[in-house]
């Protein structure tokens, strides 16, 4: 595609995505099915453009205003420029993004994109350093101190590709020396056992590991979250509020295919995307099962019974801003508050599930202290038959090296797991552990 066809192109994405109207991903997914003579390459162009200028918005837009022409059109400049640069491996290839770039403009914007790539991070307005919505500003820096603008550069970078390797079928070190055979270069997480890093996006599907179900796109951080469950072979276990089946699939694979294994959703959509992971995965053990509700007759006919509950609960998603960069621009605080009412109720009806002796995992993958501690901390004052266990003991046991690093204490004392891009390199993620009095 010519430079200035696919800057064209850009700039309808660009357009589409700051409606704000769906999440970006699903915006993306939909204009490449209205776009099916687009190559790989575009695509890859296309959505690595139209994700810079969500993570950059407020930098963007304020550039844009010294240029011409429509503001869709300016911004996508921006972003396509940035976007191209940061993916060149060498300066040669960044040489020729410049190039690219500049064969699609006309020769004022190619006088005004100079301007805007001349000014230095130091001249920058605070805002358009971080580039993160004004509500959310003040929280962040109350938590993270001095360490709140390593945290919101590192969420402007893109996510790692992560991979969870099956082990119910397959053993890290092995899938490790198949994809080098394929040129894909991947290294063990540092924290996960299952975890797989890859360099780059290449295309997994097409791979051998991927249809007979020896990997899993999974970020390292949601690997964490089922391992701290620590389900057991025979054991009944329910995923309360499973998704696409993620962590359900990992969970599974940690009971060996033994012992019944509920996922459960109030999303029938959502639970459908995990049939056919499920199939790949060989595990026999997992029964999805859509929920009208937290207090549905499902969840109260297993009262008690269960052994291990994970209620990775429905949050604002501001841990996974490198993959989602929309939802700071989509979240507010109203809608943190909403949710926190949610939270505390599926986490009080899901923690009925649990018997005498059984654990309870809650997690999240936001950053807020709303959504992470403070539920916790209510729900362990409202329920003293619930005893806290320590995180970062629970991880040692479990051989996860410099387990105590990944967590953090809490005014009550108890350690939780506490994720963080800027230090772990995952999503940022949390969980609290109980177990409940025999």
């Not at 967590?407 to 390199?425: A, F, I, K, M, V």
Request: proline share 5%.
């Amino acid at each position: 595609m010519h430079p200035k066809q696919l800057l064209d192109a850009c700039a309808e994405l660009v357009k589409r995505t700051l409606t704000f109207e769906h999440p970006a991903d699903a915006v993306v997914s939909r204009f490449f099915r209205e776009h099916r003579n687009l190559g790989p390459r575009e695509r890859a162009t296309l959505a690595e453009t139209a994700y810079t200028v969500l993570r950059k918005k407020l930098l963007f837009e304020s550039l844009a205003r010294s240029g011409s022409g429509p503001r869709e059109r300016r911004l996508a400049i921006l972003g396509l420029s940035h976007s191209q640069q940061a993916m060149a491996a060498s300066e040669q290839s960044r040489k020729e993004a410049h190039g690219f770039v500049r064969a699609a403009l006309l020769p004022q914007e190619q006088q005004w994109l100079d301007a805007c790539e001349a000014v230095r991070p130091e001249e920058l307005m605070e805002q358009h350093r971080h580039n993160l919505p004004e509500w959310l500003v003040a929280p962040l820096q109350q938590q993270l101190g001095d360490d709140f603008q390593a945290f919101a550069q590192s969420m402007e970078q893109a996510a790692p590709l992560d991979l969870r390797v099956n082990a119910l079928n397959a053993r890290r070190a092995d899938v490790q020396k198949e994809l080098d055979k394929a040129g894909i270069a991947a290294e063990a997480t540092p924290y996960s056992p299952w975890g797989l890093r890859v360099q780059g996006k290449p295309a997994l599907t097409r791979l051998d590991a991927f249809t007979r179900g020896a990997i899993e796109v999974q970020d390292e951080g949601s690997q964490l979250l089922a391992l701290l469950l620590d389900a057991k072979r025979g054991e009944m276990v329910v995923d309360f509020c499973a998704g696409a089946g993620g962590k359900t699939l990992a969970i599974g694979a940690s009971m060996r295919s033994t012992g019944r294994l509920y996922a459960f959703d109030v999303s029938g959509h959502r639970l459908e995307a995990l049939k056919p992971r499920l199939a790949r995965s060989g595990l026999s053990n997992v029964h999805p099962a859509a929920i009208a509700h937290e207090r549905d007759d499902r969840v109260k006919r297993l009262a008690g019974k269960i052994d291990r509950v994970l209620v990775d609960a429905p949050c604002s998603g501001l841990g996974t801003l490198r993959r989602n960069p929309d939802l700071k621009w989509r979240q507010s605080a109203k809608a943190v508050e909403e949710l926190t009412q949610k939270q505390a109720a599926i986490l009080a009806s899901a923690a009925r599930l649990v018997k005498p002796g059984g654990r309870l995992v809650y997690a999240t993958c936001s950053v807020l202290p709303q959504e992470n501690e403070a539920i916790a901390e209510a729900f362990a004052a409202a329920h003293k038959d619930f005893v806290a266990m320590d995180a970062g003991e629970l991880l040692a046991q479990l051989k996860v090296e410099q387990g105590a690093a990944l967590c953090s204490g809490s005014d009550s004392g108890t350690q939780y797991l506490r994720l963080w891009p800027q230090r772990h390199e995952t999503d940022g993620f949390f969980a609290a552990v109980w177990t409940r009095k025999p």
